[in-house]
């Protein structure tokens, strides 16, 4: 078993005193021993039933199981070879993103189009869908079954819709996404969160809750973050863009810039901008990647989702 695999239950770990605190631990989303690794000691207290001298036995059970240690390249690069890609449904865009949507990170998109039309075609796994502003339409989905031959049931089973009211329930929601994760193991491909910044921009305005605002989602992106490595699962979240006055007076061809500021720009581990081009047409460009050269694709919005562009 790998060691990102290691679950409470490991006899090395549970034993007739703790059965009821890897109850307390699973009630808020941690699974396995890397995600207690993963959750600071504050946050363990803030469970409730958990003391401090409980979280400091807890921490170091997880890390007799779990060498904190470090990996040589090579390790890590092995390592690496889980990572899969989540195919966009055009082979432009795919190459423009090294092949798809990526495992074990954040892909981010802004601009006119991030409605991610044809994301829920993908067959490869099961998929995790939050809603931040009633966008969901399962009748999409049908379409782009109808695209790749496959039954619109079979498609429709296979995507757990949850629809977020408050920053704090999209937050909650994540402990669901966590144990769901574990709970079928290997099974969820994709958690798509459509968008990650509207609920934040209504329950907080103005500058004077701006410091808090930034928190909490720098707090909601570090967990997106952690359950994309724990369990091995792609997470794609939408955007949205705002005027950026210093844009003037740098010559910027396109004055707009994508909102959540510092936070989210070094959370998201690839940044796509999307645009309109003539008709169905979209352009994505990389617009922050740790791999991947500033480079544009063209692809088409159809009935069957994302598509390659027509020439």
Known sequence: MKEDQ??????GFQDEENVADIKKLKSVGICTIKGIQMTTRRALCNVKGLSEAKV????????KLIEPGFLTAFEYSEKRKMVFHITTGSQEFDKLLGGGIESMAITEAFGVTAQLPGTGGYTGGKIIFIDTENTFRPDRLRDIADRFNVDHDAVLDNVLYARAYTSEHQMELLDYVAAKFHEEAGIFKLLIIDSIMALFRVDFSGRGELAERQQKLAQMLSR?????EEYNVAVFVTNQMTADPGATMTFQADPKKPIGGHILAH????????????GELRIAKIYDSPEMPENEATFAITAGGIGDAKE
């Not at 290691?6 to 006899?11: A, Q, S």
């Not at 959370?267 to 003539?278: C, E, M, N, V």
């Open 6 to 11: 290691v679950v409470l239950e490991e006899p």
């Open 56 to 63: 400091d036995k807890i921490k170091e059970a997880a890390n």
């Open 224 to 228: 997106l973050q952690k359950i994309s």
């Open 267 to 278: 959370a998201s581990t690839t940044r796509i901008s999307l645009r309109k081009g003539r």
